[in-house]
């Protein structure tokens, strides 16, 4: 049986992009996500231009309840899991913490810190099991940085990076590799979700320069994944070479300016 890789977020960006790579590299997918209808698609493509199988699970990450079912309610032959990309996660708003919109902040934290544990919780203990395994955590730049009203995502991703640590730690005894991959700046969806659908708003963030591109991501996740069995990743930060820090790009004809 070919290799398993289970991809959280694969309906668009990343979580796309590394189901299309890894499919092409001969893996059989678990792709997960909320819209049962791009997850579908993406299946069906897939699978009629690559020698592979594909297993579609639709749930939102923040319901414990549905991680649990779905992920258990998987076929015994499907847990034998090489590669998890807990690529699931996102950011709602732009505000300073005084005027933070409390539900924008339980999505962030229900998704990027909560969504990933327990995703996280079921495929490790799969990995122990069958002695063998790669955990991907995206993370961000806002992981390592903070950045003008950045407050709560910020502090998501920053515990993305914490726990991408203490994974490599507590897996250590198990061989089981962890990998963290925080980019800057990539044109997806990302914005227009911030932004609460403002299609506008979200396309002046990548104004004036190139930004990284979901397939960017992809192929830096693949480098990492594809490296012999005694080398392991533990920690990316990758950005446009326009951008040198979480609020610093340098766009045409201006400046460098922070991110708005």
């Known amino acids: 049986m070919n290799k398993i890789a289970l991809i959280t977020g694969a309906t668009s960006g ?3 992009a590394c189901a299309k790579l890894f499919a092409r590299e001969g893996y059989n997918l678990i792709i997960t996500g909320r819209r049962a209808e791009r997850l579908e698609l993406l299946s069906k493509d897939l699978t009629k231009h690559h020698n592979i199988q594909v297993i579609t699970s639709t749930f939102d990450i923040r ?4 991680v649990l079912n779905q992920l ?4 015994d032959n499907w847990k034998k899991i090489n590669v998890l990309i807990n690529n699931a996660g996102l950011s709602q708003g732009l505000d300073p913490i005084d005027k933070g919109n409390m539900d924008d902040w339980d999505v962030m934290i229900d998704t990027n810190i909560k969504g990933l544990l327990y995703v996280t919780k079921v495929v490790s203990n799969w990995m122990i099991d069958n002695h063998k395994g790669h955990i991907i955590n995206i993370g961000s ?3 390592k940085e903070v950045y003008l009203n950045g407050n709560v995502y910020c502090a998501t991703k920053h515990a993305v990076d914490a726990l991408n640590r203490a994974m490599r730690v507590d897996l250590l005894p198990h061989g089981i590799k962890v990998t963290g991959v925080h980019p800057g700046a990539v044109e997806t969806e990302f914005s227009e979700v911030r932004f609460h659908g403002d299609k506008e708003r979200a396309k002046k963030v990548y104004d004036g320069f190139e930004p990284l591109s979901a397939v960017d991501i992809a192929e830096t996740i693949w480098f990492a994944v594809s490296r012999p069995a005694h080398v392991n990743i533990n920690d990316l930060v990758v950005m446009p070479t326009a951008q040198a820090s979480a609020s610093m790009i340098q766009r045409v004809n201006t400046t460098s300016v922070p991110i708005k």
């Open 14 to 16: 990343i979580g796309e």
């Open 63 to 66: 319901d414990r309840a549905s």
């Open 72 to 75: 258990n309610n998987l076929p």
């Open 141 to 143: 730049i806002a992981g």
